[in-house]
T-cell receptor, first 111, second 114 residues
């Protein structure tokens, strides 16, 4: 079945550092790809999405590009802030079946 | 709009007790789901519903029941609580069609079973 693999955390960065969180997927169809973020003590919220190959999703300075050739959807941000400390989940949706989530990557940004 | 609301925020149960976790949404979303979040396991889908009167099992349905009598409400029932059900539970909703996967999550219920 469909699956998502994302890099294990935790990831600890200094403020203003560059962030990459890797995500790869396996899918039989043509999935849509998502990044969700969970701030401490809260539920998840959608960060960005891409619905077809070569689409770039972006929001709040974060970006991810849907790469069909490498089955990847890596999350990047050029300069992280302390307020970006959270757990980030890569997710896949296809064919009206339930979303498939990765296990999450915890990011801690220190001042 | 209140979005997705969940009650209670915290609950402690003894093994064998039953309870219902409440979830409500005011966005007229057709799709609702329940997840549990455990350390190192990510999110696991318990049950979901594509509309009033329709429910289906997710990845980890055992020990849980759901019903969907209205569009707004999707309660999760623990029939006989076990320590393995200690977890954080999240309810989510989304509209059907093109935004099916743009889910709105509630703030969660932290459940401890002793």
């Amino acid at each position: 079945g469909d699956s998502v693999t994302q890099m294990e955390g935790p990831v600890t960065l200094s403020e203003e550092a560059f962030l990459t969180i890797n995500c790869t997927y396996t899918a039989t169809g043509y999935p849509s790809l998502f990044w969700y973020v969970q701030y401490p003590g809260e539920g998840l919220q959608l960060l960005l999405k891409a619905t077809k190959a070569d689409d770039k999703g972006s929001n709040k300075g974060f970006e991810a590009t849907y790469r069909k050739e490498t089955t990847s959807f890596h999350l990047e941000k050029g300069s992280v802030q302390v307020s970006d400390s959270a757990v980030y989940f890569c997710a896949l949706g296809s064919g009206n079946t339930p979303l498939v989530f990765g296990k999450g990557t915890r990011l801690s940004v220190i001042a | 709009n209140a979005g997705v609301t969940q009650t209670p925020k915290f609950q402690v149960l003894k093994t064998g007790q039953s309870m219902t976790l409440q979830c409500a949404q005011d966005m007229n979303h057709e799709y609702m789901s329940w997840y549990r979040q455990d350390p190192g396991m990510g999110l696991r889908l318990i049950h979901y519903s594509v509309g009033a009167g329709i429910t289906d099992q997710g990845e980890v349905p055992n020990g849980y029941n759901v019903s969907r009598s209205t569009t707004e409400d999707f309660p999760l029932r623990l029939l006989s609580a076990a320590p393995s059900q200690t977890s954080v539970y999240f309810c989510a909703s989304s509209s059907a069609g093109g935004k099916l996967y743009e889910q709105y999550f509630g703030p969660g219920t932290r459940l401890t079973v002793t």
